[in-house]
């Protein structure tokens, strides 16, 4: 399957007033190769384990793969994870006809805010709601198996 979307910073908290589902989420990676990540996530009772390929030049699309699998097993695997577990809460928006997934990012990567936007074309046109800030697709920086290994708190300042 393919996945289409586009991520930008957030500049405000206001989208937490528009909020309607909020979920804990702890995930590692087991594979940080540049043309496939393979990644283990819990996200409040459930997890997931999730193969990425390498994204187009854009950065909008790439193919994805995920299964479901118990918390027992994916708490099993972050163990065996590379170094840099991410931690961050969920907070899920609809905004019209799309649901913008918000990440508030914890420990290395405290005080980064980034929001997602799953699209079924990569020149859909969305509504930008006023927290959305500067649009960050393909900026590898970003990628959460990139967090994982140079954390925000390392770099934010050096914009």
Known sequence: MIEIERKFLVNSEEYKKETYSQTRIVQGFLNTHPERTVRIRIKGDKA?????????????????????????????LIPLCEEGIIEKVRYEVQVKNHIFEIDEFLGNNVGLVVAEVELNEEDETFLHPGWLGKEVTGDIRYYNSQLSK????QWKNKD
């Open 48 to 76: 997931f384990l999730t193969v990425k390929g390498i994204s187009n030049e854009a950065g909008t699309s790439r193919f994805e793969w995920e299964r479901e699998i118990s918390v027992k097993e994916a708490e099993t």
């Open 150 to 153: 140079q954390p925000y708190t």
